[in-house]
T-cell receptor, first 114, second 113 residues
Framework: AQSVSQHNHHVILSEAASLELGCNYSYGGTVNLFWYVQYPGQHLQLLLKYFSGDPLVKGIKGFEAEFIKSKFSFNLRKPSVQWSDTAEYFCAVNVGSGTYKYIFGTGTRLKVLA | NAGVTQTPKFQVLKTGQSMTLQCAQDMNHNSMYWYRQDPGMGLRLIYYSASEGTTDKGEVPNGYNVSRLNKREFSLRLESAAPSQTSVYFC????????????FGPGTRLTVL
């Protein structure tokens, strides 16, 4: 079955620490890949996306993600987190690239300590 | 440009009551979605609509109905609410060009007692 796995459910970091959140998906065809962020009490907002081309994509607020096709992974990174990055992060896959179907991971709650 | 709007923001129902969650988008998107978000389970698709006049079941459609009233509006109805439907409900629309990303509404927090 198609699925998206986020292995880190809760992450606690101090400010200025580096962040890497894992995302793996199971689907053998073409995909579009997304990371969404949900700040406390708010709706999901797009952080970054991968469609094609350079597998290293940069998003807003200093976030980046790398698509490794051979590993079916799309990990999110940030070199130095801030307290304001405290949020829940969701990886999502558009299965079949352009179809209706999006599969979301279960989310990772990040808490950044000031 | 409001994006995706949802009403109400909060709702408390008793078991067996009915209600309709409203969603509207002003981005001229064809595709619209309803998700529920539960702790530890991410977002699960309830129904989606590829275009005006069409709707299809998603992963967890039982207990829900939808109406795609026009291109802008996509409503979700609970005919007889159950405690298992306590959740946060998000509506989304999808851009069909470029990256096909989804745009989400602010959500409706529903509690069924």
């Amino acid at each position: 079955a198609q699925s998206v796995s986020q292995h880190n459910h809760h992450v606690i970091l101090s400010e200025a620490a580096s962040l890497e959140l894992g995302c793996n998906y199971s689907y053998g065809g073409t995909v579009n890949l997304f990371w969404y962020v949900q700040y406390p009490g708010q709706h999901l907002q797009l952080l970054l996306k991968y469609f094609s081309g350079d597998p290293l994509v940069k998003g807003i607020k200093g976030f980046e993600a790398e698509f490794i096709k051979s590993k079916f992974s799309f990990n999110l990174r940030k070199p130095s987190v801030q307290w304001s990055d405290t949020a829940e992060y969701f990886c999502a896959v558009n299965v079949g690239s352009g179809t209706y179907k999006y599969i979301f991971g279960t989310g990772t709650r990040l808490k950044v300590l000031a | 440009n409001a994006g995706v709007t949802q009403t109400p923001k909060f709702q408390v129902l008793k078991t067996g009551q009915s209600m309709t969650l409203q969603c509207a988008q002003d981005m001229n998107h064809n595709s619209m979605y309803w998700y529920r978000q539960d702790p530890g389970m991410g977002l699960r698709l309830i129904y989606y609509s590829a275009s005006e006049g069409t709707t299809d079941k998603g992963e967890v459609p039982n207990g829900y109905n939808v109406s795609r009233l026009n291109k802008r509006e996509f409503s979700l109805r609970l005919e007889s609410a159950a405690p298992s439907q306590t959740s946060v409900y998000f509506c989304a629309s999808r851009r069909e060009t470029g990256y096909n990303e989804q745009f989400f509404g602010p959500g409706t927090r529903l509690t069924v007692l």
